[in-house]
T-cell receptor, first 117, second 109 residues
Framework: GAVVSQHPSRVICKSGTSVKIECRSL??????MFWYRQFPKKSLMLMAT?????????EQGVEKDKFLINHASLTLSTLTVTSAHPEDSSFYIC?????????????FGQGTRLTVV | GQNIDQPTEMTATEGAIVQINCTYQ??????LFWYQQHAGEAPTFLSY??LDGLEEKGRFSSFLSRSKGYSYLLLKELQMKDSASYLC??????????WGAGTKLIIKP
């Protein structure tokens, strides 16, 4: 299957700093990537849909200025958590689909465990 | 509104069979996915159903009834490594995935 690589897998940062998470599709071109956040024992929560060459589409309640998404190329999307606070600590996961039809499965990156201290 | 319901937790015995149910309500329907997620890891794809019936893939099978808005994942010959969360996700009319909270499956020897 297709491979999506996410980096870093774990990061600890101080309050007020920014953290950048990278998501790369290694063997296919992903015009669309998705960023999720997952709290313990909770469902995946879609934060935004990242489109190559255009602005990301954010879900209701997600702060655009806090969670900056850049989709610079067909194989790379980045999520930057700006001015991080302890409540931003969570598991962040990116995914990409190889097509737009309903039966195209979503391939996930490894996830990033962010801890803000 | 759109909603996916599945049990929070289930327990089963090694070597046995377990069925994890999922009911869905989506705006339009473009299929039902099952994913497996081990603790601290990203989900991995298990199955996709868009037509009614049973899809079998090794020890895992998935069933869909569109008229009932219902799906289940059947795991046979359970192994300890099957201990994980199982996520049900429905694709709506825009092909956006609506996720359930996941069912934590605990396997006992």
């Amino acid at each position: 299957g297709a491979v999506v690589s996410q980096h870093p897998s774990r990061v600890i940062c101080k309050s007020g700093t920014s953290v950048k998470i990278e998501c790369r599709s290694l063997d296919f071109q992903a015009t669309t990537m998705f960023w999720y956040r997952q709290f313990p024992k909770k469902s995946l929560m879609l934060m935004a849909t990242s489109n190559e060459g255009s602005k990301a589409t954010y879900e209701q309640g997600v702060e655009k200025d806090k969670f900056l998404i850049n989709h610079a190329s067909l194989t790379l999307s980045t999520l930057t958590v700006t001015s991080a606070h302890p409540e931003d600590s969570s598991f962040y996961i990116c995914s990409a689909r190889t097509g737009t039809k309903g039966d195209t499965e979503a391939f996930f990156g490894q996830g990033t465990r962010l801890t803000v201290v | 509104g759109q909603n996916i319901d599945q049990p929070t937790e289930m327990t089963a015995t090694e070597g046995a069979i377990v069925q994890i149910n999922c009911t869905y309500q989506t705006s339009g329907f473009n299929g039902l996915f099952w994913y497996q997620q081990h603790a601290g890891e990203a989900p991995t794809f298990l199955s996709y159903n868009v037509l009614d019936g049973l899809e079998e893939k090794g020890r895992f099978s998935s069933f869909l009834s569109r008229s009932k808005g219902y799906s289940y994942l059947l795991l046979k010959e359970l192994q300890m490594k099957d201990s994980a969360s199982y996520l049900c996700a429905g694709a709506d009319s825009n092909y956006q995935l609506i996720w359930g909270a996941g069912t934590k499956l605990i396997i006992k020897p």
